[in-house]
């Protein structure tokens, strides 16, 4: 997938989202998304911990390596959607921060 098609989805999934935020101010709509990014953060926390072993033997009994990937993409999805809605150009801020960080090596 590329960043153009993952992109679209977002605008997609944005407006489907909406439909549950009908009538919610703009301020707590990003409160929630910012406190849902930081749960899917923390799933992610939850899954990188079972994958090395380092979780209580209960959850590692119940955990399913296809796991992570579901939760990297969580995240991912979850912060391009508060991006959205405090309309930052996320290409853009990518681009930036790519050339920045390669500046650092040379
Ligand atoms: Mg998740």
Excluded at 30 to 45: P, Y
């Amino acid at each position: 997938m590329e960043l153009k098609d993952l992109l679209k989805f977002i605008e997609i999934e944005n407006k489907r989202l909406r439909t549950y935020y009908h009538n919610t101010d703009e301020d707590k709509i990003i409160l929630a998304q910012t406190v849902k990014l930081t749960e899917e953060l923390g799933e992610l926390c939850s899954e990188v911990l079972a994958h090395k072993s380092l979780q209580r033997k209960q959850k590692l009994e119940n955990h399913d390596k296809e796991n992570i990937q579901e939760e990297f993409a969580d995240v991912i999805i979850t912060a391009l959607l508060l991006a959205k809605t405090m309309n930052v150009d996320i290409e853009k801020a990518l681009e930036n921060k790519v050339k920045k960080i390669n500046k650092r090596y040379t």
